[in-house]
Structures are given as structure tokens and as C-alpha cells.
């Protein structure tokens, strides 16, 4: 799939999804297209620049994270098993939009522009208890590491 193949978004959904996003206690909203038990995963991400995902990984072969940048810029970091930084991609508009996260590979996103809008595509269907693997090694989400820790990310990135 290439970008343009990706759906359009209305003003409405992307006013809505960034006032959701400010009103999040993860500072992110997603728009999800796809049905309950569908096969192909798809999702809109509005996020803002303070949100912290905390490194994951989605355990199963089919579950390779296709992520195309719609708006903003953002860093993808993969991690080795014990929390060393391996990669960055930086995604930007008219330069590099699109990554293949592989599965069974430690990620996070750290938002470079205030608000970003990625399109997001996986296979497998969704079960909570099985879709992703959060990192022992970093903070949960929405507790006072995971601020140091984003910014510690935020301050290594190398652009």
C-alpha cells in the first residue's frame, strides 16, 4: 500500500480526534476503521507531542506494524530485549513516510511536531490478551518515570 491508497480524512474527524487527543489522559485518539474481528487491523492515531507509548513488541509472525505518516513527524525507536536503543526513523512529510515495524521487535514513537496523524495497519485479529508484549525494562504509561523517560528518548534522538 502506498500513501494515496490511504483513506481520506474529513476536518471534522481530525478536529474531534485532536480535541479527544488534548482531553486524554494518553494524549492520543484513534479513529479505527476495521470491524471487530476483522483480519486486517486499520487505525488512524492522532497524537500529540506529550504522549508516551511504552516500548512494546506484537508477538506473532503476522503482526508486522505498517505505519504511514499522514501529518507531523515522529521518531520510531526499536530496542534490543534489554532496552538499548538499536534504530531510529524519523518520519516526515515529502521525505520518509512510511516504516515496517517487524514482529516480535521492541518499538516506541516519540512525536517530533506537536500533532501527528499516523495511519497504522497489522494483521491478525485483535485480542487484547495476546496483541502486544509491553517492555519490563521502561516505565508504564501515565506514571512520573514515563515523563523522565520520554524525555530522556526525546533528548537521544539522533536528527
Known sequence: MILSEV???????????????RNSDRSRSPKILHAKGDYVNKVF??????????????PGSEKIEN???????????TFDDNGKVIETN???????????VPAFS???????????IVYEEMNGVYEPSSWKEMASW????NTPEA???LQSLRANLSI
Open 45 to 58: 492515531n492522532f497524537i500529540l507531542s506529550s504522549s508516551y507509548m511504552q516500548p512494546h513488541l506484537h
Open 106 to 116: 521492541w518499538h516506541t514513537y516519540v512525536m517530533l511536531s506537536d500533532e501527528v
Open 138 to 141: 521502561a516505565p508504564k504509561e
Open 90 to 100: 524519523i518520519l516526515e512529510k515529502d521525505k520518509n513516510e512510511f516504516v515496517a
Open 147 to 149: 515523563e523522565q523517560y
Open 67 to 77: 505505519m504511514y505518516l499522514v501529518h507531523g513527524s515522529f521518531a520510531l525507536i
Open 7 to 21: 483513506p481520506d480524512l474529513l476536518d471534522q474527524d481530525i478536529k474531534y480526534h485532536f480535541d479527544a487527543s
